[in-house]
């Protein structure tokens, strides 16, 4: 879940999914060292400490320590909240359930990193497309490849749209914010889950809503948490947010990802980078659910 700081303060014969996803293209980039996302991490807690910074996301979901003593409210169901925002990072920017694979270090700017799902997958739903999906300056989207989405939504009385500036109003500046998160895993079949209908979007008892978040994908981790973004790799995230992550990986037809990269209500074309990890028991909120 990223900030457009523009809007406010400025401030994814059976085959080893995370092995063989897509190894000709990640080649072609070059991953940073541990040394260099060990510093990152060191300047994280320098940037942090001491001055009350919040839970920090993303987190592995299967552990449930943490030792931030901020808390605050949870927000409410996201059913009770205005869906403001859509958007999704390549690889999950979360670790656990059906998505602990590491996918790198990355490029040191959010792209590569983060972590895969760890099942596998069939050859045919691996074959290659041979189009581009969701290009960007960074990459495209690629069979076998993960990516979290993120419906962010926001007590505020908004309408979905551009960017987390859109779970704002002149009203309320500071509004609960939820993501409700679900892990895909791109596949080469136009028989799984179509993302058109997991991103449609509507109003329900008066409240804008995604109508299709998947239900079956596990009991959702629940844990107080922040914004993620790449942007946050050394600094610290000064929002608030409820966070709410199923565990379960869901296949999708790729060619429908890449159509609604075309053309949806929220200007995504791309997939975003990721935050590092947050592994620093002090700025990690403990999971009580």
């Not at 060292?33 to 993303?58: A, M, W, Y």
């Amino acid at each position: 879940m990223f900030i457009n700081k523009k809007f406010v303060l400025p401030t994814l014969l059976l085959l080893p999914m995370s092995v063989l996803a897509n190894e000709a293209h990640t080649t072609q980039h070059e991953q940073v060292t541990n040394k260099f996302i060990k510093s990152q991490r060191e300047k994280l807690e320098q940037n942090t400490v001491g001055k009350g910074f919040g839970p920090q996301s993303p987190r592995d979901i299967d552990s449930i320590a943490g030792e931030n003593p901020i808390t605050f409210g949870a927000a409410p169901a996201y059913s009770n909240m205005n869906l403001c925002n859509i958007h999704f990072h390549k690889n999950a920017e979360h670790k656990g359930g059906e998505f602990t694979h590491y996918a790198g270090n990355g490029d040191g700017h959010g792209y590569l990193g983060g972590y895969q799902y760890t099942g596998s997958l069939t050859s045919s739903e691996l074959a290659p497309v041979h189009h581009e999906v969701c290009p960007s300056a960074h990459d495209s989207l690629y069979p076998g490849e993960t990516i979290e989405v993120h419906y962010v939504h926001s007590t505020a009385q908004v309408t979905p749209g551009p960017t987390l500036g859109s779970c704002l109003n002149e009203s309320i500046n500071n509004p609960q914010l939820r993501v409700e998160t679900q892990v895909f895993v791109l596949v080469n079949d136009h028989n799984a889950a179509n993302f058109m209908d997991l991103t449609q979007i509507g109003e329900v008892q008066g409240f804008h809503q995604a109508l299709n978040i998947p239900d079956s994908t596990g009991k959702p981790v629940q844990y107080a948490g922040s914004t993620t973004g790449p942007g946050y790799n050394e600094q610290g995230s000064p929002f608030q947010v409820s966070w709410s992550v199923r565990p379960k990986v869901v296949k999708v037809d790729i060619d429908s990802v890449g159509q609604w990269c075309q053309g949806n209500p929220f200007n995504e074309d791309h997939a975003h980078g990721v935050r590092n990890l947050v592994t620093n028991p002090k700025l990690l909120s403990e999971i009580t659910q």
